[in-house]
């Protein structure tokens, strides 16, 4: 990279338009929910976040996030090591299904699983 003198517009300019756009798709969905959250009063909200239910909800969802964070990292690690100093036969399949999860959005792969796996779905079809 070559250095030049003076302000650099490009730079500043490009990380605000990142901000621009990325931010609503944060603040909006959270704004939806404090929103409809508190639309009977903020005291029926405050019942709903201190349910025993969203209770076992968020402990759920951390413990989960948690072990899923272990494995990620240990597997991760590991097959990282292995695809980067050897080859052999299927590493490029390999290699692919691991790029999955970052190439199909979570919402598709959602939707195909209730496909597959719902009341209606293939696999899932109750006669």
Do not use: C
């Not at 939806?32 to 968020?58: M, R």
């Not at 990620?72 to 399949?93: D, E, I, K, P, Q």
């Amino acid at each position: 990279m070559r250095h030049v003198r003076g302000f650099d517009v490009v730079r500043p300019l490009s990380i605000a338009t990142l901000i621009a756009i990325m931010l609503p798709l944060v603040l909006l969905p959270l704004a939806s929910i404090f929103i409809f959250g508190t639309s009977k009063g903020l005291g029926s909200f405050w019942a709903a976040l201190t349910a025993p239910e969203a209770f076992f909800a968020l402990q759920l969802s951390l413990v989960t996030s948690f072990w899923a964070t272990v494995f990620n990292v240990v597997f991760g690690l590991f097959a990282s090591y292995v695809l980067s100093r050897h080859n052999f036969w299927g590493r490029n399949a390999i290699i692919v299904i691991i790029s999955l999860p970052t190439a199909i959005p979570t919402a598709v792969a959602g939707f195909a699983l209730l496909l597959l796996w719902g009341p209606y779905g293939t696999l899932g079809r109750r006669d």
